[in-house]
């Protein structure tokens, strides 16, 4: 691996959807996916429930730990997600 792939950096992230419903998922960029998602382009999940609140992102070294701590958010109940941001 170079150094410019191991640069790259991770992001965890929550949108809260227009229907108050949750969204978790990863991206190496944040900004793109936003965009992404508000143009119907993101995961089907989130396919006209926008607009969406980003209300939670963590850093992660690689998308190895980020899908690992996307998987530990996503198996936590809601109250546990709302108290990530809350």
Known sequence: MNDEAAAV?????????????LYTGITNDLDRRMAEH??????????????????YQETCAGRAEA??????????????KLRLFS
């Open 38 to 55: 508000e143009a119907g382009k993101g995961a089907r999940y989130t396919k006209g429930r926008g607009p969406f609140r980003l209300v």
């Open 67 to 80: 899908s690992r701590r996307e998987t530990a958010i996503k198996l936590l109940s809601r109250a546990k």
């Open 9 to 21: 950096h991770w992001t965890v992230y929550m949108l809260e959807c227009a229907d108050k419903t």
